[in-house]
């Protein structure tokens, strides 16, 4: 009687092929992980692009200005209406039933913070192009804003203030918040001909991931701080530096204030500049001219970057 031998793989070899796989999977996850950054990076871009061209389509609109960082009454930025800069270029946006509802609170006379039905709609409206894709939090787009104590939709691009430090300048000069050096700040409505630095060379709104920062009332408590794009939001917690941000110290630092800019994108941050091209910056630009850039009339030239 003859037997035929069977052949089958040895211990060995399963290994050493499992092995392999291991191998080729670790050299395919980077690859794809950085596909899928890249494709968000160029989203968030997109975004961006967009946000600039509703700002010029407002500004043709209105003698060449920007828009008002936030409404305010006179003589304090932290009350009154709120709405911000954002909330007005909505109907350049493809979003003009949320822009008309602005428009009709402000005619109205009523604050972000209404209690009435229809404001508390508006403040949760969720605007996609305001999100960049590679920030986590904006899985869950909602959250409560401590102080106001109501639900407002997250933003990933606040407007820039200048390169000032905005909380220093609230706390011991409230009279300067009218003259930020930057594009928004209250009741602003900057012209392009006041930006003498170029439009091109003066960023206008630039990126903020919601990330954990010191807390307000506790600084050894790490706490979430989500941006959003409807305004000032009258007796919320830092409200006034969710729509704007300050440009007096670096973007994506190691310890990040609340008015600070930030991106969870590798490297830098995307901003768009006041002419409405978008750049992506990276970390290793030096901390003066992003202040350079953040100001629309210091002077200074900013050469190569």
């Not at 899928?36 to 946000?51: P, V, W």
């Not at 009154?80 to 008309?100: C, K, Y």
């Not at 670096?250 to 590798?266: C, V």
């Amino acid at each position: 009687m003859h037997f035929r031998s069977r052949h089958a793989f040895t211990l060995v070899e399963l290994l050493v092929v499992i092995a392999i796989i291991g191998v080729l999977i670790g050299l395919l996850l980077p690859a794809v992980q950085a596909a899928r950054e890249a494709a968000r990076r160029s989203s968030c871009t997109n975004n961006l692009r967009q946000i600039g061209l509703a700002i010029h389509n407002y500004a043709h609109g209105s003698r060449e200005r920007f828009p008002e960082g936030w409404l305010c009454d006179a003589g304090n930025a932290e009350t009154g209406l709120g709405w911000g800069w954002a909330s007005r270029i909505l109907p350049h946006m493809e979003e003009s039933a949320v822009g008309n509802a602005v428009t009709g609170h402000i005619q109205a006379g009523r604050k972000i913070v209404d209690a009435s039905a229809a404001s508390a709609a508006t403040r949760m409206v969720v605007v996609n192009s305001f999100l960049c894709p590679s920030d986590p939090a904006n899985g869950n787009p909602i959250f409560e804003m401590h102080g106001a104590e109501q639900d407002f939709s997250r933003s990933n691009y606040p407007g820039m203030f200048g390169a000032e430090h905005v909380e220093e300048v609230i706390e011991d000069h409230p009279d300067e918040l009218f003259a930020g050096n930057g594009i928004f700040f209250a009741e602003s409505r900057v012209e392009f001909r006041s930006v003498t630095d170029g439009l091109s060379k003066t960023i206008m709104v630039a990126e903020r991931d919601a990330r954990e920062i010191p807390g307000h009332d506790d600084p050894t408590e790490m706490e979430q701080f989500d941006s959003v794009w409807i305004g000032m939001a009258e007796g919320g917690e830092e409200a006034i530096v969710r729509v704007v941000g300050g440009g007096e110290e670096m973007f994506n630092s190691a310890a990040p204030h609340a008015e600070d800019f930030r991106s969870r994108h590798p490297n830098g941050i995307n901003v768009v500049f006041a002419d409405g091209h978008v750049e992506f910056l990276t970390n290793s630009l030096s901390e003066t001219v992003f202040q350079r850039m953040s100001q629309r009339n210091d002077g200074q030239v900013i050469g190569q970057y």
